[in-house]
C-alpha cells in the first residue's frame, strides 16, 4: 500500500509540474546533449553561489546553551544527537518572512556570480520544496508555507542566472530506513538496528524519487550532491540513468558518488566537486570546482565570526580559476531569511572587483602555467612532499603574497598575467621569456586602466611598468595579447 500511495503522489506531482511555466511535460525530443555541450555554460561561468538554508538556520550552531562554532552548523543535529521528534518541530517555529528570492538572486548577480545551488534537502532530511513524498518540507510542515527552491529557481533565472539544487541522497537523519546500517555520520541514535535493505528501500521509494520531483519541478541545470559512496553501483547507474532521461542537460557532481571518483572520474558525473574549502594544489586536468565557506560553516552560525576578508575571496577566485576551476562561493541566510551583511559586504567587494577584472576570469582557461613567482615555488614544493614532512618535522612557512607572485588565465591568444599584490617596480613574467619558436608579444595594458603600459620581451621575460593609478584592488590585470 505504502508504495502504491508513493507512486501515485508521483504521478501528482508530475501533473502539477506539467501545468507550471517551462515544466518538463514529456521526454525530450531533441538528441541529449554531449558532456562537452551540458558543461558550455559551466565553464564560462567560474562563478556561484551554494545557499545553505534549512531548519538548523533556527539554533544557528548553538544547542541548549552549547555552541559550536567551530563546526557546521547545519549538523547541529547530529552534533547534538538530537532525536527526530525533538528536531522536527523546529519545524513548526521555521517563518522566514523576510525571504526574498529576487533580493538574494541580485546579491549573487552583483557579485558576479553566475550560477545559484540552494539546498533542496541536507542530511537532516528536511525537504526546502513542495514535496508529494513527505509532510515533512518547507510547505506542509511550517507557518511560511512558501516554496523555497521554487521561488528560487523562478528568481535566478529572471536574473539571468543558472540554477541547480543540492540534494543528499545518501544521508537521511529524519528517517529509519536512511542509515542503512552504523555507517558514519548517520543517525545510529534514533535509528541503531536499520539495515542495508532499509537504505535501498529508502533510496527506491523516496530520494530517487525525490530527485525525480526536483527534475519534474523545478529542470535543474545541475544537481550538486554529497554522497558518501553508500549507492550500490547498479543504484548510482540507475539515479544517473534518470536524470540523463528527465533532464538531459543537467550536470551532475562527482559527489554523486565520491569527491574524486578515479579511475574514471567523467563515468557518473559531469565535473569534480572537491573537499570543502579545498582548493587543487595543481591545475589537474579536468573540470573542478570548490565549495568554500565566508566563515567556518555552510549554515548560519550565531557565534562563528571568523569572516574571509574580500581580498581573500578574490585569491581563491584567482588562483582556482588559473587551474581550471569554478568557485561555488556559500552564504548560510539567518532564521529570518537574510543572508547576514557580512556575507553581503564581501561579495559586492568581490562583485567590484569583477566589473574591472571579469574579462580574466569568465570564459578563459588555464594556460600552459598557472602561475609563478615565490608562492608558486612554495605551493609546488608542498605539492610534492605533501605526503613526506620535511626534516624537522616543520613545513617551510607560506610566503606574503607580492606582485612577483603571477596567476595565468588564457583566452584564445590573450593571457590574463593577475598579480597578487600591487607592482611598486616593474614586473618580469618569466614565463614568456623571448626565445626561438617561442610565443611573442603583440600588446600589452592593464584591465581598469587608460595609461600605457611600458613592456618589453627579452630573454630573461616579459618586463611591464606598473600605472600611477591602481585601477582595481586587491589584484591586478595584465592582458597580454600574443602574436
Not at 586536468?285 to 574571509?308: A, F, K, V
Not at 576578508?309 to 562561493?329: C, H, M, P, Q, T
Not at 608558486?376 to 618535522?393: D, K, T, V
Not at 598579480?419 to 626565445?435: F, H, T
Request: hydrophobic fraction near 40%; charge should be neutral; charged fraction near 25%.
Amino acid at each position: 500500500m505504502k508504495k502504491l500511495i508513493i507512486v501515485a503522489c508521483l504521478v501528482l506531482s508530475w501533473a502539477g509540474a506539467a501545468r507550471l511555466p517551462g515544466a518538463l511535460s514529456s521526454a525530450p525530443q531533441n538528441p541529449a546533449p554531449t558532456r562537452e555541450q551540458r558543461l558550455a555554460w559551466f565553464r564560462e561561468a567560474k562563478f556561484g553561489m551554494m545557499i545553505s538554508w534549512g531548519l538548523y538556520a533556527l539554533p544557528a550552531g548553538v544547542w541548549k546553551g552549547k555552541s559550536h562554532p567551530d563546526n557546521y552548523a547545519e549538523w547541529i543535529m547530529f552534533d547534538e544527537k538530537i532525536p527526530v521528534a525533538e528536531y522536527s518541530r523546529l519545524a513548526a517555529e521555521f517563518n522566514p518572512v523576510r525571504f526574498d528570492a529576487a533580493a538574494w538572486a541580485a546579491v549573487a548577480k552583483k557579485a558576479g556570480m553566475k550560477y545559484i545551488i540552494p539546498l533542496a534537502k541536507h542530511h537532516d532530511g528536511f525537504s526546502m520544496y513542495k514535496s508529494a513524498l513527505t509532510d515533512f518540507d518547507v510547505v506542509d510542515a511550517t507557518p511560511f508555507e512558501r516554496d523555497v527552491i521554487g521561488e528560487l529557481a523562478r528568481a535566478s533565472r529572471a536574473a539571468g542566472l543558472k540554477f541547480g539544487c543540492y540534494y543528499s541522497v545518501d544521508r537521511d537523519w529524519h528517517r529509519p530506513t536512511g542509515q542503512g546500517n552504523n555507517y558514519k555520520q548517520t543517525n545510529t541514535w534514533d535509528f541503531p538496528t536499520s539495515t542495508r535493505a532499509d537504505f535501498d528501500a529508502y533510496f527506491r521509494d523516496f530520494a530517487k524519487p525525490q530527485v525525480e520531483e526536483l527534475l519534474a519541478q523545478y529542470r535543474p541545470d545541475v544537481l550538486w550532491f554529497d554522497g558518501i559512496g553508500f549507492k550500490s553501483d547498479s543504484q548510482l547507474e540507475d539515479l544517473v540513468r534518470t536524470i540523463r532521461t528527465l533532464q538531459p542537460g543537467c550536470l551532475i557532481n562527482s559527489r554523486i558518488k565520491t569527491f574524486v571518483p578515479f579511475p574514471d572520474p567523467y563515468r557518473y558525473c559531469d565535473y569534480i566537486s572537491m573537499g570543502d574549502n579545498e582548493i587543487a594544489d595543481r591545475a589537474p586536468g579536468y573540470e573542478w570546482e570548490n565549495p568554500g565557506t565566508l566563515n567556518s560553516t555552510y549554515g548560519y552560525s550565531r557565534d562563528d565570526n571568523r569572516w574571509i576578508d574580500a581580498s581573500e575571496i578574490v585569491f581563491r577566485l584567482v588562483d582556482i580559476v588559473s587551474k581550471g576551476g569554478n568557485y561555488l562561493l556559500n552564504v548560510g541566510p539567518t532564521a529570518e531569511g537574510l543572508i547576514p551583511q557580512p556575507s553581503i559586504d564581501r561579495l559586492l567587494e568581490v562583485g567590484a572587483w569583477l566589473e574591472t577584472n571579469g574579462e580574466a576570469i569568465y570564459g578563459t582557461s588555464g594556460w600552459r602555467a598557472y602561475g609563478e613567482g615565490p608562492l608558486f615555488e612554495w605551493e609546488a614544493e608542498r605539492a610534492r612532499n605533501r605526503a613526506a614532512q620535511p626534516a624537522g618535522g616543520q613545513r617551510p612557512p607560506r610566503p606574503a603574497r607580492t606582485s612577483a607572485d603571477i596567476r595565468f588565465t588564457a583566452k584564445g591568444r590573450t593571457v590574463f598575467a593577475v598579480c597578487l599584490a600591487w607592482p611598486d617596480q616593474d614586473v618580469v613574467i618569466k614565463s614568456l621569456v623571448l626565445k626561438a619558436g617561442g610565443e611573442k608579444v603583440a600588446a600589452v595594458n592593464m584591465l581598469g586602466s587608460k595609461e600605457q603600459i611600458q613592456w618589453r620581451q627579452t630573454e630573461a621575460g616579459l618586463s611591464l611598468s606598473a600605472p600611477k593609478v591602481r585601477p582595481a584592488w586587491p589584484a591586478f590585470v595584465y592582458k597580454i595579447d600574443l602574436k
